[in-house]
């Protein structure tokens, strides 16, 4: 059993930006289930927004996000999170962040892109790599604090509770039980302060932006543990991933968009401005919607996207990461269009949170995309994640510095080996990965896009199914990274279905043929297990 003062879930920019904090009160365990650097965080392209322009400001970004989330962002926890905006991207600053800069009367300033739905240059990056350069600088610091322990290769299999060991004590999280990938045994981790920080859940969708480790696993540790999880069906569908026939997850990034970038139909005409007259910089709602329209109504497989009006070395030199990735997929972006389809890309419900990421279950916090704070309300405005991840660590540890001297911790529970079936059939491996493709495909054709009662209620029934077939296979079998995943594919899956069917109107990146109208109700969808 490892025992620290605080252990962390997940190793993006909430984790490690949340660990780096605390390492200053404590010891501090970061449990992650590849290794340090595989992450949402990393795969960010477009970049950070933040105010930073004098001709910008907080009202402006304020005004943005309220706008995109369609009724449903706090108001208050939107401006918290942009005010404190400017204070987090120093800190990354001093981490080593290198932001791109430009020259200006001989000064250099910070660059700034665009993405849609805002309405200023306010995206800070670093090329189109910004993700990746955030991450390894800041999982550089934690390898070289002394008080951070990160463990790889290791997956959080659930949450352990004082109700779930039989305690008659007030019910709280006291740790987690996890799989040692490497040794083949499950260990347990102690610790009266645990934050769950393990990002979305692309991969319940058969195409997504996301990378492998996107299988919302904590959210569904959470609902198994009878925390409050809210609005899981705004699931945000990327407008642009590469196409190809071959099938990659490559994002083409907003900033594309941002820096003129034209969607054209399969019969190369611009097709935008019939649906918003912010064209091709719209929310992401409606430009994914407006594909999925154009594709239906021409029986195209994708539309483009049109960049030809920069020369390659722009194209090289501002995006080095998709230029390289395109023409290594056969498309020179400065000659021809780029091929591109709709993804699943961001969870924007999740574990219901406040400001500081205190959840339901005292003793767990949730920090970053793992959470619903309030924030992105029916659907997230480009580029406010990593922003929110990075605001949310801070305010998460801050909350725990100050109530730590009047804290009464749950230290002399001890935790029990962890005991479940090992029988290891290898005949039955094989519902693992069928189970895993029927998920993914049948949430993406009955809970995508477009949706409507019939194909939820199928998706539903299908589930169901599902669901059962893999619990069994749980509590009977040896226990696998693999299937430790499914077993949180399906739960999230039914997660965000059964938000979907309580969501009688279309709002945000809701939307559904049955009800297409918005409700003059303004409600979140709570969703709790017991
Ligand atoms: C992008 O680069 O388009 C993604 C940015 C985001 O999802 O916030």
């Known amino acids: 059993m490892h025992r620290t003062d605080f252990l962390v879930i997940g190793s993006g920019i909430a984790g490690l930006s949340f660990a780096l904090k605390v390492a200053k009160l404590g010891s501090v365990a970061i449990v992650t289930k590849r290794q340090g650097i595989d992450s949402n965080t990393a795969w960010a392209q477009g970049g950070i927004s933040c105010v930073t322009d004098e001709d910008d400001s907080f009202d402006l970004h304020v005004a943005d996000t309220l706008d995109a989330g369609a009724g ?28 791109d800069y430009h020259e200006v009367d001989g000064e250099q300033v910070i660059s700034l892109g665009r993405e849609g739905g805002h309405s200023m240059r306010r995206i800070l990056h ?38 779930k060991l039989g305690l008659a004590t007030e019910n709280r999280c006291v740790g987690i039980y996890a799989l040692d990938e490497k040794e ?14 393990t990002g979305g859940s692309g991969k319940v969708y058969l195409y997504t932006s996301n990378p492998d480790v996107a299988t919302g696993d904590g959210v569904a540790m959470a609902w198994r543990a009878g925390v409050e999880v809210a609005n899981m069906e705004f ?78 070395e722009y194209l090289e030199d501002r995006f080095p990461n998709i230029f390289q990735t ?7 972006p400065s000659k ?44 997230r405005l480009a580029s406010n994640s990593l922003l929110e ?21 749950a230290s002399d529970v001890e935790l029990p080996k962890w005991q479940r079936g090992d029988a290891e059939d290898v005949d039955e491996l094989v519902v693992i990965y069928h189970n895993w493709d029927e998920i993914r495909r049948l949430m993406w054709d009955y809970v995508s896009i477009v949706r409507t009662d019939k194909r939820l209620h199928r998706a539903a029934t299908r589930l169901a199914n599902l669901k059962r077939e893999v619990h069994e296979f749980y509590w009977n079998f040896k226990i696998t990274g693999d299937l430790l995943e499914l077993r949180n594919l399906v739960d999230v899956a039914g997660l965000i279905v059964e938000s979907a069917r309580l969501r009688q109107e279309s709002r945000g990146l809701h939307y559904t043929l049955d009800h297409p109208e918005k409700s003059t109700e303004l409600r979140d969808t709570i969703l709790t297990r017991y």
């Open 126 to 163: 670093s090329r189109d790599t910004t993700g990746r350069e955030i991450e390894e600088k800041l999982l550089a610091a934690a390898q070289a604090e002394p008080n951070i322990t990160l463990f790889e290769h290791h997956y959080a299999i659930d949450l352990i509770t004082t109700s």
């Open 389 to 409: 991840g990075a605001v949310l660590a801070h305010r998460a540890s801050e909350h725990i510095k100050a109530i730590l001297p009047k804290e009464r911790p």
């Open 235 to 312: 699931i945000q569908f990327h407008p642009t991933v590469l196409y190809h026939p071959k099938g990659t997850s490559f994002l083409i990034s907003e900033a594309l968009r941002g820096e003129g970038g034209v969607l054209l139909g399969g019969d190369g005409e611009p097709f935008m401005a019939k649906y918003d007259e912010r064209k091709d910089l719209a929310p992401r709602d409606i430009v994914a919607r407006a594909i999925d329209t154009e594709m239906k109504r021409t029986g195209s497989r994708c539309v483009y996207l049109d960049m030809r009006h920069h020369s390659k």
């Open 336 to 379: 021809e269009p780029i091929p591109v389809v709709p993804a699943a890309h961001y969870q924007c419900g999740g574990i219901n949170t406040d400001i500081n990421g205190i959840t339901s279950l005292k003793g767990l916090y949730a920090i970053g995309e793992v959470t619903c704070t309030g924030l992105h309300g029916a659907n």
């Open 326 to 332: 395109c023409l290594d997929h056969g498309v020179d």
């Open 72 to 99: 449903l962002c706090d108001e208050s926890v939107v401006r918290t999170i942009v005010s404190e905006g400017p204070e987090r991207i120093q800190e990354l600053i001093d981490y080593g962040v290198d932001f």
């Open 184 to 197: 083949g045994e499950v260990v347990s981790f102690r610790s009266d302060r645990v934050v769950l920080a």
